[in-house]
C-alpha cells in the first residue's frame, strides 16, 4: 500500500504562486507514475499534469501549460506541483494520485492510489 498525502494548499489571490507537495510513504516512487488533478465544486476531476515513471517528459491539461510544473524528488518520495500566474478558475481541491507502471496519466480511473486533497482558492 502507498500513502499519498498533499500540502501547501491556501487562499491567493490572482497572480500569486503556490506550491504544492505530495508526500509519499510504503513504496517507492521509482515505479510509479504521478499525477495531479483537481476538482472544482460541481465539476468533474480533471486532469492537471503528470510526471511518468519512466522519467519521459511531463504532460500538462492545456488550462495550466507553461503556469504549472510537476516534478518529482524520488529521494524524498515527492512529487510537487509549482503553480504560478494563479487564476480564479484554478480554484478547485488538488490531489496527488500514483499509478504503477502507469501510461494513461490523463485518466484518473488508471490510477491506484490517491491522496486526500489540498484545497486551493484563488480571488480575483
Known amino acids: 500500500q502507498m500513502q499519498l498525502v498533499e500540502s501547501g494548499g491556501g487562499l491567493v489571490q490572482a497572480g500569486d504562486s503556490l506550491r504544492l507537495s505530495c508526500a509519499a510513504s510504503g513504496r517507492t516512487l521509482l515505479s510509479y507514475t504521478m499525477g495531479w488533478f483537481r476538482q472544482a465544486p460541481g465539476k468533474e476531476r480533471e486532469f492537471v499534469a503528470a510526471s511518468p515513471w519512466n522519467g519521459d517528459n511531463t504532460y500538462y491539461a492545456d488550462s495550466v501549460k507553461g503556469r504549472f510544473t510537476i516534478s518529482r524528488d524520488n529521494a524524498k518520495n515527492t512529487v510537487y506541483l509549482q503553480m504560478n500566474s494563479l487564476k480564479p478558475e484554478d480554484t478547485a481541491v488538488y490531489s496527488c494520485?500514483?499509478?504503477?507502471w502507469g501510461t494513461g496519466w490523463r485518466t484518473p480511473e488508471n490510477y491506484d492510489y490517491w491522496g486526500q486533497g489540498t484545497p486551493v482558492t484563488v480571488s480575483s
Open positions: 494520485a500514483a499509478d504503477h
